[in-house]
């Protein structure tokens, strides 16, 4: 489990494309500090298996076949810059919201409008997941954990909008994605259990 609070911006430094999936090595200095073999590591919101550590900064991992079709990491290379959390500790505060780092699935950020002080981005919101998300509810993007400031439709589909603030636009790979780039999206687990808890009432 997670919370969505970002630890630290980590970089892949390596990629290698296997027959029906992918080996990552991400430099990530703080999350690596005190990570083992089979620890669970959340990059881009995505909970990933820690396979072996490298040079004492970074750490490989494989993703499945399965998660590159379902998530924005098929896109990324060597080079590109993913938010990194670590998994939280029973004794830590939840700072953010329960995060199991599923991604349920992919939104596009359609529009970004700066203010003095914070940044509202609008992400298209496919139909499927839509029904989960509500006005001041949270939504995880990229694995961030942000609360939603607006909803809506319009002839493209559904979209929602999070309004970041100078932290998050500092710290985490949402603050400078520009209009156009892949997101991760991951609803909130309690909605889907209510859902599932009327449907079977």
């Not at 993007?141 to 809506?152: A, F, H, Q, R, Y």
Request: hydrophobic letters at 40%; aromatic letters at 2%; glycine letters at 12%.
């Amino acid at each position: 489990m997670f919370t969505g609070i970002v630890e630290e911006l980590g970089e892949i430094v390596a990629a290698e494309q296997l027959a029906d999936a992918a080996r990552l090595t991400i430099r990530g200095k703080l999350v690596t500090s005190d990570a083992g073999h089979g620890d669970s590591i959340a990059v881009n919101g995505v909970c990933l298996t820690v396979v072996a550590i490298v040079d004492g900064d970074s750490f490989t991992t494989d993703v499945m076949g399965e998660t590159l079709n379902r998530s924005s990491l098929r896109g990324l290379g060597v080079g590109s810059l993913v938010n990194l959390e670590r998994a939280a500790a029973v004794n830590s505060r939840l700072g953010g919201h329960i995060v199991q780092g599923h991604v349920d699935g992919t939104g596009t950020i359609v529009s970004r409008d700066p203010q003095e002080n914070w940044e509202v981005v609008r992400v298209s919101l496919p139909e499927e997941l839509a029904r989960y998300v509500v006005e001041k509810g949270s939504i995880t993007i990229d694995g961030i954990s942000l609360t939603v400031s607006g909803l809506g439709r319009d002839e493209t589909g559904d979209w929602l909008e999070v309004s970041l603030i100078p932290t998050t636009r500092e710290l985490t790979t949402l603050g400078t994605a520009p209009v156009g780039t892949v997101v991760n999206l991951e609803v909130d687990i309690i909605a889907k259990y209510v859902e599932r808890l009327q449907q079977r009432g």
